[in-house]
């Protein structure tokens, strides 16, 4: 068989030429996913953008914000020297001044000005100040540079600074004059609410030593570690640019990452006094933190985005797949038999067909007949564990590289490989035999048949639907009966099931038309040499097709139930007869009609003959109803064809068996079943010169005679048949020799001639 592998592989090609194909919807997925990627990758970049953008507008309002406080600074520190210069001014106009005055006179300036004290430094080394000033004044660095005829600055303690400037007289320094702050004010000064509190800024000397600072110096002691563990090639530059500036008084701004990962932007500016630099340390978010946080929320929102999307792509994926596979179950599994269904079986077929040469493989349908009839007997329950037991046993006689599928219904095809119809047919027949193989004690006496239809596919390129085609028409060739074997498929079958579906057609029209006649052919008892009954046989004379015999539609009409409606046509057209011999007045004698065993499918086969024979008040034991032995074989039931016999004699009909001998006959039939004729088939009697055949036909004839059956030697031709039967002691004879089957009027006509013809109408 073709692995379950492939199996799959073709189904969901299949499905994919269906529904569209899995890895499309892979292809979909991927694309998105890199279009996810790239959307992300874009926001990502954007984003990064966005905050080299916001560092810059940072980095310039960092840089904007601190030149107004070097402005200010820069401002407040000039307004310390020309205090001092104004206070010298206002000295030098106050001269001859007392030692009192001019200790009241610098004490309301030193209140003034917001000195802490103030000094005045003689270059005679006498000094005086307002308040004591801690240290010694001559050796301080600001006050010598003062000396020196410059502006300067000292630094006393942690708390206070002394400016100082030169007192110039002549062109030389006459002294110095000091004025001593609390550091705290220049500290407030520095302490800058811009930046929300945020940034921390201090003074250094262009030798990096910080002058003033507030009163947390920690940020810049993280800097200086910076400076010290910088690695970073750009901080580097940053700081060695830094430097230069400072020593060429340029002002500056850059930022870079503290050791704890926060950005911060570190601007500097040369103040004008001093040569100092104020350095102004700010987070790096100071502007940017507010947009970072909305891009922060605006990433989350794409990633979440992009997670939900990928989610429902995902969970729309699996239901796809499961879809898919439900898909596949159902378009290629057959539901009952859980075995492959009719399109699965086509697909493959084809598989193998186009691989394979003419003659390769043998596409075979299997029919059980009558299912119907196990669905309405039994119930659908046990029609449906049939069609399993069919399929499985059909599965396990496959052989590797064949198929078994059910199509539908009851309809099952197999593809075998070889093209020997006597091999397929021996494969055939033990498929059956197992389908068969059940315990009948148990499982009650359901014995299947199963139709065959055969096509050795000699033209594998042909539509797999017509190869199909092909299995079905020789199916429908089947014979009904017993022992029929599989019919494969020729033209021979074609043209004649061509022929059965016109008279197929034509049938309703002539029952209409009376184109069926009713003929009968005369029995005749040998002891006394008269007409002792008649066989009632039909003929279907058409207008325009002619004279058609028995032998082309009663199998046809077997097959599709409508011999019943026939039978009971010709049993009517006998009643009539009959009935018209006894209102003339003629003498009666039995006559026999067929009765096809399609009738014992329903459940009271003799009701509608019973009540026509009723209408024609036909008298009891004038008409004979002729049983084929085939009955008696058939899956009817023994008890069944028994119980009908006793019927027909209850209603007043006589019974024959039909063609004994030319099946299976069994002498056993005859003692099993009360029949009152027994009709010696033709075959009989082909051989009469066979003295074992002879022997044969007298043991029936010694067995009937013994039982108190009467017996008619059907198909007698010859005087010798004749004088042979006479001996044996056979009680009727039926045959050409006496009369082929005549239209009634002919018969009637032959039936006198008989009578009074010296040699008994006998033909030698
Ligand atoms: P059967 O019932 O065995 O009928 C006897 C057949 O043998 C008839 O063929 C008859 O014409 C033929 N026959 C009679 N004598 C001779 C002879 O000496 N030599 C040869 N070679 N043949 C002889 P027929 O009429 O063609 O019928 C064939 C079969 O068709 C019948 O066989 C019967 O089974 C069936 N049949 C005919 N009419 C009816 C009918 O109305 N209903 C049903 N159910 N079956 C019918
Ligand atoms: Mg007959
Ligand atoms: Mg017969």
Redesign the pocket.
């Known amino acids: 068989m073709v692995s379950q592998k492939q199996v799959k592989k073709q189904t969901r090609e299949a499905l994919n030429g269906m529904f569209g194909h899995a890895s499309d919807y892979r292809k979909v997925m991927a694309i998105l996913a890199v279009l996810m990627i790239i959307v992300s990758g874009f926001t990502l970049w954007n984003t990064m953008e966005l905050r080299r953008a916001m560092d810059a507008r940072t980095q310039i309002y960092v840089g904007d914000v601190t030149l107004q406080l070097t402005d200010e600074i820069d401002f407040r520190l000039k307004k310390n020297v020309i205090d001092l210069e104004m206070l010298e001014d206002s000295l030098l106009h106050v001269d001859n001044i007392t030692e009192e005055s001019l200790h009241d006179f610098l004490d309301r300036k030193a209140d003034l000005l917001g000195y802490t004290a103030i000094a005045l430094i003689r270059s005679d080394g006498n000094i005086y100040t307002t308040q004591p000033i801690p240290g010694d004044l001559s050796s301080m660095s600001g006050i010598q540079a003062s000396f020196s005829g410059e502006n300067g600055v000292s630094f006393l303690n942690e708390q206070s600074i002394l400016y100082s400037i030169p007192i110039m007289r002549d062109g030389k320094v006459a002294g110095v004059l000091a004025g001593m702050r609390n550091r705290e004010n220049m500290q407030q000064l520095i302490r800058t609410e811009s930046f929300s509190g945020r940034g921390l800024t201090c003074i250094i000397d262009p030798e990096g030593q910080v002058i003033i600072s507030p009163t947390n110096v920690d940020p810049f002691m993280v800097l200086d570690d910076i400076f010290l563990e910088e690695s970073n090639d750009e901080t580097v530059e940053n700081i060695l640019q830094m430097r230069d500036d400072m020593k060429n008084h340029r002002s500056g701004v850059f930022t870079f990452t503290a050791v704890d990962g926060t950005s911060l932007v570190l601007a500097y500016n040369p103040l004008q006094n001093y040569n100092w630099v104020l350095l102004t340390l700010v987070p790096a978010d100071i502007i940017s933190a507010q947009t970072d946080l909305y891009l922060s929320q605006t990433f989350t929102i794409i990633a979440g985005t992009i997670l939900l999307f990928f989610i429902i792509l995902t969970v729309l994926f699996h239901t796809y797949r499961n879809h898919f596979r439900l898909m596949e179950r159902l378009a290629f599994t057959d539901r009952l038999t859980g075995a492959m269904n009719n399109a699965a079986f086509q697909l493959q077929c084809r598989q193998l067909l186009d691989k394979s040469a003419p003659g390769k493989y043998t596409v075979v349908l299997l029919n059980i007949r009558n299912f119907k009839l196990i669905n309405a007997s039994y119930g659908s329950v046990r029609g449906d564990e049939t069609l399993r037991h069919v399929m499985n046993v059909l599965l396990a006689h496959i052989q590797d590289g064949e198929l078994a599928a059910r199509a539908d219904a009851d309809n099952f095809f197999l593809c075998l490989k070889g093209c020997d119809p006597e091999e397929i047919r021996r494969r055939l027949q033990k498929m059956v035999d197992a389908v068969n193989s059940f315990d009948p004690a148990e499982d009650g006496p359901s014995y299947l048949t199963l139709q065959q239809g055969a096509y050795v596919v000699d033209e594998p390129h042909l539509d797999i639907t017509i190869v199909q085609d092909r299995a079905k028409t020789a199916c429908r060739g089947y014979s009904a009966l017993p022992g029929s074997q599989c019919v494969f498929y020729d033209e021979a079958v074609t043209k004649r099931l061509q022929k059965e579906q016109t008279l197929n057609h034509l049938f309703d029209r002539s029952l209409a038309d009376g184109d069926f006649k009713l003929f009968l ?1 005369p029995k005749v008892r040998l002891h006394t040499g008269t007409v002792c009954g008649a ?4 003929r279907w004379e058409h207008p325009q097709r002619g004279m058609i ?3 082309d539609f ?1 199998p046809l009409f077997e097959k599709n139930g409508r ?1 019943c409606q ?2 009971l046509y ?1 049993f009517e057209e006998t009643c009539k007869t009959i009935r018209r011999w006894i209102d003339e007045g003629k003498p009666l004698f039995p006559v026999s009609v ?3 065993r399609q009738h014992f499918q329903s459940d009271s086969p003799l009701d509608s003959f019973y009540e026509i024979a009723q209408r024609y008040q036909i008298p009891s034991g004038t008409i004979e109803m ?1 049983l ?1 032995e085939s009955i008696f074989f058939d899956d009817q039931g023994i008890e069944n064809v028994k119980a009908q016999i006793r019927r027909m004699h209850e209603m007043g009909f006589l019974c024959s068996l ?2 004994f001998g030319s099946g299976y006959s069994s002498l056993g039939l005859l003692m099993e079943f009360d029949v009152d004729v027994v009709k010696l088939d ?1 075959r009989f009697f082909l051989h009469d010169s066979n003295p074992k055949a002879r022997k044969v036909v007298a043991s029936v004839i010694q067995l009937c005679r013994d039982i108190g059956t009467q017996v008619v030697a ?4 010859t005087p010798q048949q004749l004088s042979f039967l006479e001996e044996m002691g056979c009680d009727m004879v ?4 006496y009369s ?2 005549l239209p009634v009027t002919e018969f009637e006509k032959w039936q006198k001639d008989f009578s009074s013809s010296p040699n008994r109408g006998i033909r030698v």
Do not use: C
Request: glycine share 6%; proline share 6%; charged share 30%.
């Open positions: 052919q066989e009632a046989l039909v015999f028995p032998s009663i011999i026939l039978d010709i067929n009765l096809s002729e084929t039909d063609d033709r059907e198909g007698i031709e039926q045959g050409y020799l082929k089957p």
